[in-house]
């Protein structure tokens, strides 16, 4: 039987394996093992083993196993509710907790499971002692499914270290992995600061935000393996440029230049950029010259089919995600005439801006696995991009609300400060939606959806929150049942591009504009070695 005791320790051990950061080392291995395991669960060969059956659901959904729910009907009474014995099993409610966030539509059973464990995880949290206890407080903030593996790779090794069961040859492996890989990103992010440097844009853009190490967080978070290297130093430096074009249009532009640089960069010629502002020709000569680096690597990786697209998503009058012109623009005029958009035109707006794709276009000619026709795959808009660019700025308008108590230097009227939202939202949410930047103008979702529909700031953040939690239920679906023809370490960037997001804009911060905010992440990343 598939819950014998020999296949529950493969189950730990698979887990433990890719917690640790180490999964990349034994893809066939573990690929070959949970499809074993997967037969037997199809064949209902599964005992009633809460944190057994729990771990393998799991494991199996996120390898992309479409898993029925139903494997969790032996722990529910008549009434199809979970049974309260339950409540005494705190490694069954942890798994079982985790389990629970890879639940798609319908899925009842899961829907209470989470508000189950939530509600007794949190109440026995206090009595617990290390490692249960990291385990269950870490969950609590962030669950598995929904988190940055990487960044829990870090963390859990602490946490393993304290398992009188844990493997101490698989703890050492997993320190000397990390600190590989720890050195592997200094070395990337000594280039990325030679390169930065080169520009000088921090004297003559001062408006701009200088946050590189924060860009080559997303990158690494995106893909943390080794053989990733280019493609997280080609993501740090589409971030960078994205970031520039958003301040300069945020933070510097006129409504009247930002028109001009838009026609002067759809135009592509290099020769109107007299007709620019001193700032703005910088900003132009940055993204060209990021462009020919693109065209060089492209032609030299022989993926020369990418660069039209990279230019494409450059220029102002891209579909679908033009990083510049009308839609700033647009947005420009709003604020130019103090209105507020509806909440569907706001993030129909909002949406177009997304950094996705020209991100995932950038890294193309780093990895090898994606070709012409994933390009064309991802600018079809499939639902599971489509998603993940929601959800991505639905995290951020949460995470861009301005702090309460900052001094800030707001131009729009007639806007609101709130407080804190009530524990039961996943995120600590204060206040208005602010651009990214001290004395940027505000726009806010959150007072767009009062505007519309006559409802408290309460009620409008709990909306942004609804949001986050059916888009993750469309990626689950998105994830699991859907075959799509394309690289699965794509379609893994997509999940890790809202994971991060989750974590960058968490607890009502902008952790890209916002220091602090990633400030443990980078020490713990990138600064301070793990001891063997």
């Not at 690597?297 to 450059?314: G, H, L």
């Not at 939606?433 to 009620?459: F, N, P």
């Amino acid at each position: 039987m598939l819950m014998a005791a020999k296949s529950g320790k493969l189950l730990i051990l698979i887990d433990s394996i890719e917690r640790l950061g180490l999964a990349y080392h034994f893809e066939k291995e573990i690929q070959g093992k949970l499809q074993e395991i997967y037969d037997e669960f199809q064949a209902n060969n599964y005992e009633e083993d809460l944190f057994t059956v729990a771990l393998g659901f799991r494991l199996l959904r996120q390898h992309r196993y479409h898993v029925s729910s139903s494997v969790f009907d032996n722990f529910t009474n008549k009434d199809k509710k979970l049974k309260e014995i339950l409540i005494d099993d705190i490694e069954g409610l942890l798994s079982l907790y985790e389990a629970a966030h890879i639940r798609m539509h319908g899925e009842d059973i899961l829907e209470e499971a989470v508000a189950f464990t939530t509600h007794h995880l949190t109440r026995v949290l206090p009595q617990l002692e290390s490692p249960i206890k990291d385990k269950v407080k870490r969950a609590l903030e962030h669950p598995i499914h929904k988190a940055v593996p990487i960044i829990e790779t870090r963390l859990y090794i602490s946490i393993y270290e304290k398992e009188e069961s844990g493997d101490e040859v698989l703890l050492k492996m997993a320190k000397l992995n990390f600190n590989y890989l720890q050195n592997l990103y200094k070395d990337e992010l000594s280039q990325l600061t030679r390169w930065w440097n080169i520009f000088y844009l921090k004297s003559k853009l001062p408006y701009a935000r200088d946050r590189l190490i924060e860009g080559f967080v997303w990158s690494v978070t995106l893909h943390f393996e080794p053989q990733y290297s280019q493609v997280r130093i080609a993501i740090s430096k589409s971030i960078q440029l994205v970031a520039v074009a958003d301040d300069t249009y945020d933070n510097y532009a006129t409504l009247e230049q930002a028109q001009l640089f838009s026609e002067v960069l759809e135009r592509w010629n290099a020769d109107e950029i007299e007709l620019l502002p001193d700032c703005m020709k910088t900003v132009y000569q940055f993204i060209m010259s990021i462009f020919e680096e693109y065209e060089r690597d492209a032609t030299k990786q022989e993926k020369s089919f990418a660069i039209p697209y990279f230019k494409e998503s450059i220029r102002p009058n891209y579909v679908p995600s033009p990083i510049y012109s009308i839609i700033f623009i647009k947005e420009l005029k709003w604020i130019a005439k103090q209105e507020l958009p509806s909440f569907e035109e706001y993030y129909a707006n909002s949406l177009i801006t997304s950094t996705a794709y020209v991100i995932f276009i950038a890294l193309v000619p780093g990895m090898k696995s994606v070709t012409k026709e994933t390009i064309d795959w991802l600018l079809s808009e499939p639902k599971i991009v489509i998603t993940t660019n929601k959800m991505s700025r639905y995290y951020d308008d949460l995470g861009s609300y301005e702090l309460i108590g900052q001094d800030l230097n707001l131009k729009l009227k007639n806007t609101v400060r709130v407080s804190v939202l009530s524990e039961d939202v996943d995120h600590v949410i204060k206040a208005c939606r602010i651009r990214e930047s001290v004395g940027g103008t505000m726009l806010t979702a959150v007072d767009c959806y009062m505007k519309d529909l006559g409802v408290s700031k309460q009620e409008a953040f709990s909306k942004i929150v609804e949001l986050i939690e059916e888009g993750w239920k469309i990626l689950n679906t998105e994830w699991i049942t859907n075959t799509y023809s394309i690289p699965e370490d794509m379609l893994v960037q997509l999940l890790n591009y809202v994971r991060v997001a989750a974590v960058a804009y968490n607890n009502g911060e902008d952790g890209y504009s916002n220091p602090r905010v990633l400030g443990p992440y980078i020490h713990a990343l990138f600064v301070e070695p793990i001891f063997v």
